[in-house]
């Protein structure tokens, strides 16, 4: 018999190219990935692999196997979400993917309470920007911003929340040096993104952008710094007070907010237990997300 978790091995190291990445994606050591491999060749009587100076490269027998341990995998987890979706008690491991700053900034006041409530589902946050593969099982539910929902594989269930809008932003001790005549306050830019042409004319002009990150926290600290103007999602940066909205600018619009789940995750009942909690705690939070809560002016 051929060992699952072999070919699961097997599978990082083809997808990934090298002994290195596949045990980065599985969170072992590359000794470890190197004796499932040799586990599986061994058992096949074929070698997976050809070590190249550039990686790994599949021999013609490994192609073979690659094509069939990616049709065992889809079983696989077919068999895990089926049986998950049957699962009605309210205990075990609920796995949540949700960016950071969402987590951090505004939910998690209601993920701590929604433990209290429930003290025998296991929590597990995964903030990161990354996208969760919800039919591989990497995740049970999935927060995400979406503009377009035609975008989304049609096995996914959502429930659509409230509309996101962003603004940009300015310390209040920047902004008041600004009115009095100080400099024009540079951009602060995240994730590579361009000064936006609002700030090239009129009363909001910026002095251009000497200032680049791509971590959402720094550039919250960046913006209470002076460093400069930033755009920040309402619900961040109107909660702040040392912030203010630049004047002459308006809103952007994200998109909505989707609560998604697999076709038969979703079935379960402390997914539907956390989704239909979730769900009412952004209703709660429509006018903090479209920016609402504070005036534009």
Known sequence: MIDWDDVRYFL??????????????????????????????????????????????????????????????????????????????????????????LAAHLLIPDLADFVRLHPD???????SGE??????????????????RETLPLNLYGLKGPDLFGGFYISGNRLAEWRAGGPDPKWIAVSGHGVPDWTREGEARTAGTHFRTMDFETQVAAVRQGIGITALPCFVGDADPRLERVPSTGL?????????????????????????????RLAAYAPLLAGLSVSSD
Do not use: C
């Open 12 to 101: 990082a190291a083809a997808r990934g190219g090298s002994v290195r990445a596949a045990a980065k994606r599985l969170g072992v050591n590359h000794a470890t990935v190197l004796r499932r491999i040799a586990q599986l060749e061994e058992r096949l009587g074929a070698q997976m692999f050809e070590k190249l100076p550039a990686g790994y490269r599949l021999t013609p027998a490994g192609e073979e196997v690659l094509d069939l341990a990616e049709q065992m995998e889809a079983s696989s987890h077919q068999l895990e979400t089926r049986v998950f979706g049957r699962d009605q008690s309210v205990r075990g491991l609920l796995r949540v993917t949700l960016p950071p700053p």
């Open 121 to 127: 589902i296991e929590l597990e946050i995964l903030s």
């Open 131 to 148: 996208l969760a593969n919800l039919t591989n099982r990497e995740a049970d539910v999935a927060i995400r911003v979406v503009y377009n």
């Open 252 to 280: 952007h619009l994200y998109g909505p907010v989707w609560l998604l789940t697999q076709g038969e995750t979703r079935k379960t009942k402390r997914v539907r237990l956390f989704t239909e909690y979730v769900s009412r």
